[in-house]
C-alpha cells in the first residue's frame, strides 16, 4: 500500500502545481481548493510553504467521524472516500487534526486519495510515494 | 471559469459597491491586453487626466489563465500618472491565479476612497475596509498586516503600495505578493490618487472542466515541455542576471548613468556572483514550475554584540541593472540593500535608479547641488543612495518630488536632459543599440518586452531599416497576442502559435483560436488607437544625446540608421492607431 508524502517541502517554490493537478487529475476541477493537497503560506512568501494533505492516519479520525461511511479506513492509512454516502455535514473535516480536509461551499469534501497524480507535477520533487506495511511499517521505494 | 464572453466586476470605491458585467468580445479582444483595452474604451476618460477619480483601474486575465502553466500574468491597464496616457503594466505572482479563482476576467474599480482603504473581493465576496491605520506604511509591513487581517494564506494576492505612490510619485510600483510587481508607468500613484492602500484578492472558486481527456493531456505534455526540456533552464539558473555578465562583455551594460557599457568591476554583481553569495532561494508565481524569482538575503548588522537582521530580496537583471551598474554600485549585498529600500518605499526600481543615476552625474556637473539632493550623491556611494531613495518616495524636498515625477521632467527643469537616459521612461537595461532605443522610446509599455528590439541589435549585425521595422511591429503583434492570454513572456519559445492554437481549442475556444492573427491585429491597433486618442504623438519622442555616445561591440551608434528608425516606427504606430496624434 503507498501512501503520499511530503518529505522535502523546504524545496517548495510556491508554484501550485500539485494541488492544481489533483484538481485537474483527480477531481476534474480548476481550483486551489477543491484537491486532496494545498499549498499554503506561513506568514507570507518570505516563511517558505507548507502542504495540506492527507498524513494516512491510522486509524484515521475522519474516517471514524464519518456518520454515513462515505470515509471510510483505508489500510495503510488514510481514506477510502465515497462520495454518494456523503450527506455533506462536515464531520470529517473537522476531526482531521491537520486541516487536510476541504470542504467547498456546499460542504463537499475533498481529500486525498493517495493516487500519487500530484507527484510528477512538482518540478523540485518534494513529494513521494512511499510504500507502507499493512502494520503502518515504512519502507522507502524509489521515485 | 470558461464562458465566451467576459465577466467583469467593477467596483466603485466612493459608495463601497460593486456590479459584475458581462461584456460580448471573447473572439475579438481575448483577454488581458486585449481586454483591457476594451474596458478602458467603455470605462476610461480619453481627455480627463489621469487622477479623476472616475478613471478606471483595470486588471485582467485571458482565457487560458490558470488552465495552463505559465499563463500566470495580470494586464494593469490605466491612465499613467507618468506621462498623462493611456498605459499597461504587467504582473505575475499570485494576482492572475487570484483572479480566476475569484470568477472574474477582469476588476475594474473606479472612484475614489473617501478615506485610505483596501479593496477584498474573492468569488463570494466584496468589501471596501477602511483602513486609515495603514497609510504611511512600508510594502513590507502593510503585507504583514493584511496576511493577518484576511483569510486564504497561500491563495490569495495581496496588491499594495507604499508611500511613494501615496505621495503621487509617477515612478511609484504596485508591489504583488512582495516579491512580483505592477512595477513602472506609475501605477501605484493611481492607487494612492483613489486612497486605495491595498487589493486583496481571494481565489475561493472552483470550476468544472472540460469532458474528455483531451485537456489534461495536453496540460501534461505542456507542463513536461516546461520542466523536462532545457527551454526555460536560464530563467531558473541563474534567471535574468545571467544578463548582467554576458552584456557587461558585450560593451552593452548602461553603467554609471550609461557613461559606460562596460567595467571589470561588475564582476562583482553578475548573476554568477548574486548566485554564489547572495542566493538563498527560489519562489515561483502560481501555476509557474519554473520558479525564476530569485531571492537573495541581506543581512544586517545593527549592533556591536553581533546582533543581525535578515532580509530576503528578490533580484533580476533589471534592479540588478538599475540600482546596481548604474549607480556604480557593485557588491551583491549593497545592490539588495538598495532594491529592499526601493520595495519597502514602494518605487519602480528602476525608475528610482535611472532617476538617481541621472542625478549623480547632474551633481557633478553642477546643474544641481548638495541644497538639491539632501545628501551627497556619488557613483558608489550605497548609503547615500539609500537616503536618497526614502527622499525619492516620501518627496522630502521640490528637487525629490520634482525627480518621482520621472527624469525627463527634472532634467527639463534642472538641465543635463543631455544625458538623461530615458526612452519613454527610465531606460531598460540593455545599451545593445539603435533597435532597441528606438524599440523603448516609443514601444506601447516602453518596455524591453514590448517588442524585444535588444534581440535583434544581438542577432543582426546589419543596420537595415526595413528588416528592423517589419521586425518590431511583427514582435509587437505576437507579443499582444500572448499578453492577451496572458502567458508570462518568458515562455514565448514555448508557446507558438500552434501550441497557443491547441490549448484555445481544448477548452473550447475554437472560434478564437481560428482568427488568433487577426484578433492580435485588432488588439495592436486598439491600444495604439487608445494611447494616442490620451495624447502621446510617437512623432515627438526625442531620444537624448547620451543613447548616442554609447559604444556596443560592434563600434558606435549610427545616428543615420537611429534616426530613420524612430521616424518609420513613428509613422508606422500612426498608421496603426488609425488616428493623428492628439494636439
Redesign the interface.
Known sequence: MKILTAPRMERCIGCQSCSLACAREVHKRLSWDTAGIRIHTSGGLSTGFEARTCLACLPAPCAAACPTGAFAQRKGGGVIVRKKLCIFCGACAEACPVDAVFLDERGEPFVCLHCGKCVPFCPHNCLEMITVAAAGDQEEVAP | MIRDYFRVLKVDLATGRGQVETLEGRDLFVGGSGLAALLFQKYGKLAAPWDDPEQPLIFAIGPLT??F?LMSKTVMGFKSPYHNQYAESHAGGRSA?AL??ADYDALVITGQASRPSVLAVGS?HLKVHEAAYLWGMDVVTV??FL?RKTPG???RSIIRIGPAGENRAAIAGINV???RHFGRLGGGAALGAKNLKAIVIQ???????PAGPEY?KL?ADV?KQL?QTRMMQKYHNLGTPANVALLNDKQALPIRNLQQTSAPEIAGITGERFAEDALL???????????C?H?GYVRLRFHADHRYYFR?VGYDHEPIFAVGAMLGVTNCADVLQLIDMTEKMGLDVMSAGVALAWATEAAANGHISEQETVVPLTFGGTKTYEEALRHLALGSTDFYRLLAQGTATAAAHYGGQDYACVLGQEMAGYATGEVFFVSQALGFRHSHLDSGGYAFDQKHEDRTVETALAFLLQEERSRVLLTSLVVCLFAREVYQDSLVAACLHSLGYGTLADRMDTAAQQIQQQRWHLRLATGFDPQQIRIPKRFLEVRTWKGPIDPAFLETLRQRYAEAIIDLAGVAPAV
Not at chain 2, 281 to 291: K, S, T, W
Open positions: 490558470g488552465y502553466p491565479l480566476r479563482f463570494r503585507g504583514k496576511r494564506a497561500g491563495h505578493d512582495t516579491y481565489g475561493d472558486g472552483s470550476f468544472p472542466l489534461a496540460f507542463h520542466t532561494r527560489n519562489v515561483a508565481c502560481a501555476g509557474c514550475p519554473v520558479g524569482i531571492l530576503q
